[in-house]
């Protein structure tokens, strides 16, 4: 048996609950309404900059677009990292 063969064997296996219990968690769930408040904040954004006559309120749009890209990206971090130091302090948990 190889190496990598052994190391696919000695990750632990999780249940689908176990799954949606960590993905559910409050602490997820408020890195999620980040994205989401991003995604509606882009979405506004762009209707208003491509609907509006006056060049203010296209500037306005614009900025609007640029907060909601920028809160989407701080969450798509922010959740990358939360998962990184999870799987990181379970693997230094000892094993039963």
Avoid: C
């Amino acid at each position: 048996m190889s190496s990598e063969d052994a190391s696919a064997t000695d990750t632990p296996r999780i249940s689908a609950r176990d799954a949606l219990d960590y993905a559910t968690h409050d602490e997820l769930l408020k890195l999620y309404g980040v994205l989401v408040v991003g995604w509606i904040g882009m979405l506004f954004g762009q209707f208003v900059s491509g609907t509006a006559g006056n060049p203010f309120a296209r500037l306005i749009g614009l900025f609007v677009v640029l907060g909601g890209v920028l809160a989407f990206l701080v969450g798509v971090v922010a959740i990358v990292r939360k998962l990184l130091v999870d799987r990181r302090e379970a693997s230094e948990r000892p094993r039963s």
